[in-house]
C-alpha cells in the first residue's frame, strides 16, 4: 500500500489505530497585497487565474504564473497572459513579442483566439510527449457569437510562451462554462478534464480521454451540494491537483442570494473549500466544512470572492504557495475589476494529527515498498512536548535499536525531522513496517523514508 511519496493524514488510509489522536485541518494564510493588480492596456480591469496555473519552472529555478486578462472591457478579445518570479513574491510580466494588442507586440501575452473571449485555461507540463512541440497542454473555452460557445478546446506549446491551437476544434461537445482543469492520471496514462457537467450546471463533473485531443468520455458527476449546504450553495467550479499521491481539489463554493430569483443565479459570493480523493473519482469534502480560503475582511481587496489557481509551488523556506483571483464585487456587478493574490500553508500543512496534554500513540498500517535507510516526520511540538517513534514488523512487534525508548524524542518545530535512534543495535529495516508514534502536546503533518 505505500506510495513513493510523503505519507499525510487526510483520512486513516494509512492509519491502524489514531489512539485518541485528533485530526485538524488548516487554512490557507492571505499575503494581504495582491500578488498582480491590472496595469497594462491588454489587461482592462480584470485579471484572473480562471483555472490558469501557479507553476515552478522545470529548471527548479524561479515560478511562472499563467492568467487571463479581459481587455479594456468585459466582452472584448481576451488574452492568456505569462508572468514570471525568481522568488515567489515578485512577479514580472515578460515581454515576448507573440501576439498583438492594438497593434504592438510589447506584451506577455502567451496566446489569443481571434475576435473572441477567451474563458477558462488549464495548462499542463508533459514532460513524456515525444513531440517537443506539444510538451504544454491547455485546455481553454471561448465566450460569444460562435457555435463553439463554451465548448472545451485545445492548444500546444514547446515553452509555454507562445501556444497554438490544435486544429481538431472542440475536443468536447458539452458546454462548460467554468474552470476546466486539466489533469494527467498518473496511474492509467489518461487525461481528465474536471468541468461541469452542462452549461450554468454547477457541479462538478469529470470526463477523461486516453489522448489529450480526445475523444472524452461523457461527463460523470463526482460532486454536488448536499443538504447540509442548504439551497443557497452551487459549486462554481474545482481546480485539482495532484499532491504527495492525493488528488486536491480546490471547491469554489458559490453562495447565491435568496432574494435573486433568476434561473441562473448570477448575484452571489465565493470562497474555497477543500476536497481529497485518493483516485481522482471518490471524492471526499471536510467534515463541518472548514473553509480553505474565505473571503478578506470587509473592505478588502478580496472581499466579495475568491477562487484559487490550478496548482501549489514549494518556496524556498519549505512554505506552500497558491495564487488566487481576489475581488470586492459580487458576482452579478458589472462594473467588475478582480487581481490575482497568494496564499501560504506550512509544507503538508493541509491537516495534522495533533494531540495535548494527554498522550497518544498512533499506529499506523503495514508499509511496503519503500527506500528503508531513514525515517523524516513533519511535525511541531509545544512547550512541555515530545514526539517519539518506533519502527516494528508486520505483526506489530518492535524491531531492535527502532523502540519508542530508543528514539530520541523531538521539541522543536520543523518541516523536515531526520528521526534518531540511541541504541547502536538498529538492524536494516525490512520491506513490510509498521510505524508507532507517540506524542504529547505536539501534532504530525506527515512522514516519509529516504
Not at 35 to 53: A, K, M, N
Not at 199 to 217: H, K, L, T, V
Not at 219 to 225: F, G, K
Request: include cysteine; charge should be negative; glycine fraction near 10%.
Amino acid at each position: 500500500m505505500g506510495y513513493p511519496t510523503r505519507h499525510l493524514f487526510f483520512t486513516d488510509w494509512e492509519i491502524e489505530n489514531p489512539g485518541g489522536a485528533q485530526r485538524r485541518w488548516h487554512s490557507l494564510q492571505r499575503r494581504g497585497e495582491p500578488l498582480l493588480e491590472p496595469q497594462e492596456p491588454w489587461e482592462g480591469r480584470v485579471i484572473y487565474t480562471y483555472g490558469g496555473p501557479l507553476l515552478a519552472e522545470t529548471s527548479g529555478r524561479g515560478y511562472r504564473l499563467y492568467y487571463t486578462a479581459f481587455g479594456r472591457k468585459m466582452g472584448d478579445q481576451s488574452h492568456v497572459c505569462l508572468a514570471t518570479s525568481a522568488d515567489g513574491i515578485h512577479f514580472e510580466r515578460p515581454r515576448l513579442g507573440n501576439f498583438e494588442f492594438e497593434g504592438d507586440t510589447n506584451n506577455n501575452i502567451v496566446y489569443q483566439f481571434p475576435d473572441h473571449t477567451i474563458a477558462a485555461t488549464s495548462i499542463a507540463w508533459d514532460g513524456a510527449d515525444t513531440d517537443l512541440r506539444r510538451r504544454m497542454k491547455m485546455i481553454f473555452t471561448v465566450e460569444g457569437d460562435s457555435p463553439y460557445d463554451c465548448m472545451i478546446q485545445a492548444a500546444c506549446s514547446h515553452d509555454g510562451r507562445k501556444f497554438a491551437t490544435v486544429p481538431v476544434g472542440p475536443i468536447s461537445p458539452i458546454r462548460s462554462d467554468t474552470p476546466n482543469n486539466l489533469v494527467h492520471d498518473p496511474v492509467d496514462g489518461s487525461w481528465v478534464i474536471f468541468c461541469r457537467p452542462g452549461f450554468i450546471d454547477r457541479r462538478i463533473a469529470r470526463i477523461s480521454a486516453g489522448q489529450f485531443e480526445g475523444p472524452y468520455c461523457r461527463p460523470e458527476l463526482i460532486l454536488e451540494p448536499d443538504a447540509q449546504d442548504g439551497p443557497q450553495v452551487q459549486f462554481y467550479g474545482m481546480p485539482v491537483m495532484l499532491y504527495e499521491g492525493w488528488w486536491l481539489g480546490f471547491l469554489m463554493i458559490y453562495r447565491t442570494e435568496s432574494e435573486d430569483l433568476d434561473r441562473n443565479k448570477m448575484r452571489g459570493w465565493m470562497e474555497v473549500e477543500l476536497a481529497f480523493s485518493r483516485n481522482g473519482w471518490a471524492w471526499h469534502r471536510v467534515p463541518g466544512r472548514p473553509l480553505l480560503l474565505p473571503r478578506g475582511p470587509e473592505g478588502s481587496w478580496d472581499s466579495g470572492m475568491v477562487f484559487c489557481a490550478q496548482g501549489i509551488v514549494t518556496l524556498p523556506d519549505d512554505r506552500l504557495m497558491m495564487a488566487y483571483t481576489g475581488t470586492q464585487c459580487n458576482h452579478g456587478d458589472e462594473n467588475y475589476a478582480a487581481g490575482i493574490g497568494a496564499a501560504t500553508l506550512r509544507r503538508d500543512g493541509f491537516v495534522s494529527l495533533t494531540a495535548s496534554e494527554k498522550e497518544v500513540e498512533i499506529l499506523t498500517k503495514i508499509l511496503v515498498g519503500e527506500p528503508r535507510s531513514e525515517l523524516q516526520v513533519n511535525a511541531s511540538v509545544g512547550s512541555g512536548g515530545f514526539l517519539t517513534c518506533e519502527v516494528t514488523d508486520a505483526d506489530g512487534k518492535p524491531l531492535s535499536g527502532s523502540s519508542l525508548e530508543d528514539c530520541v524524542a523531538l521539541q522543536d518545530d520543523s518541516t523536515s525531522h531526520r528521526l534518531q535512534w540511541r541504541s547502536s543495535d538498529r538492524k536494516t529495516w525490512p520491506d513490510a513496517v509498521r510505524l508507532r508514534f507517540r506524542m504529547k502536546h505536539a501534532e504530525i503533518f506527515s512522514f516519509w523514508f529516504e
